[in-house]
Every structure is written in structure tokens, then in C-alpha cells.
């Protein structure tokens, strides 16, 4: 502890922030839009078709194995529900993006900014596995120009 550590600011802890209530407003807004841009649906109902997408979206983002610190659906490398309904989220995802900017213009701008967050630590992460191999890659030649030395 030095003289100073009085009088300097003291860090706090990273919070960490439960995004899902957020993640599932924006999803809801999203298939909202969608329906009733696609199946004419009006108000808050849905179709059958998007209401049991929707139903298994909001179920399986609670059992999301990242629990609080899940990052968004979009950006997601492990899905949690299967490949067909995957792909038909990620299609209303992808469509409704203009929409979503024009009705929600907040909410799309958070939300684009988060995906950007994701993709930034995903860039790092890749990042620190390529520096890592590459260092055993040169610690290996080194080793090896050694062994030729000595022999």
C-alpha cells in the first residue's frame, strides 16, 4: 500500500450486466414486426408459425448455457435451439433490421452496438490464440536450431 493509495480513486468491480430482458424485448419487437409486415397480423398477435418460434426462442434463451452474461442470439457460436429454427430466427432477424431502425431507432442502435462488442471480443480472443501459436511455433524452431547445434 503506498502514500498515495488514499487519495487515488478506488477501482470498482466489473458489473455484470443481465441482458436477456433486453435481448428478449428486442427479439419480441422483431417477430412483431416481422408477422405483420409478412403474415398480416395486427396488434400484438402473432401467427401459429412465428408464435411457436417465439415461444422456443424465449424458452431456450432461459436455459442459455451462458446464463447473464449470454451474448446476443445473432453473434452466438453454440445456438440452443436446432438448425431449421435457427436459420428462421437469424432470416426474421435479418429482415426486420431496416424496420426495426425506422420504428425502434434506440433500440436497433443498442442493439447493433452490442453485436459490434461481441464481434470485437470474438476479434480479440482470435487474436490471442493466433499470438499463442504462433509463439510455440517459434519456441519449436528455436528448439530445433539448438539440437542442430549441439550436434
Known amino acids: 500500500m503506498s502514500i498515495f493509495s488514499r487519495f487515488l480513486p478506488k477501482k470498482k468491480p466489473v458489473e455484470i450486466k443481465n441482458n436477456i430482458p433486453k435481448e428478449k424485448a428486442n427479439i419480441r419487437k422483431a417477430f412483431?414486426?416481422?408477422?405483420?409486415s409478412h403474415h398480416g397480423t395486427s396488434g400484438d398477435k402473432l401467427c401459429p408459425k412465428c408464435t411457436a418460434l417465439l415461444a422456443t426462442v424465449m424458452t431456450k434463451m432461459n436455459r442459455c448455457p451462458y446464463g447473464i452474461?449470454?451474448?446476443?442470439?445473432?453473434?452466438?457460436e453454440r445456438p440452443c435451439f436446432g438448425a431449421k429454427q435457427t436459420q428462421e430466427f437469424l432470416k426474421?432477424?435479418?429482415?426486420?433490421?431496416?424496420?426495426?431502425?425506422?420504428?425502434h431507432p434506440m433500440m436497433s442502435v443498442k442493439h447493433k452496438l452490442a453485436s459490434m462488442g461481441v464481434d470485437y471480443a470474438k476479434h480479440q480472443q482470435q487474436k490471442k490464440l493466433d499470438d499463442k501459436v504462433k509463439a510455440k511455433e517459434k519456441a519449436a524452431k528455436e528448439r530445433a536450431k539448438e539440437r542442430k547445434g549441439k550436434k
Not at 452474461?69 to 452466438?76: F, G, H, L, V
Not at 426474421?92 to 420504428?103: A, E, N, V
Request: charged residues 30%; glycine residues 4%; hydrophobic residues 30%.
Open 92 to 103: 426474421i432477424m435479418d429482415s426486420t433490421s431496416k424496420r426495426m431502425f425506422l420504428r
Open 32 to 36: 412483431g414486426i416481422y408477422c405483420h
Open 69 to 76: 452474461t449470454k451474448p446476443i442470439c445473432d453473434r452466438c
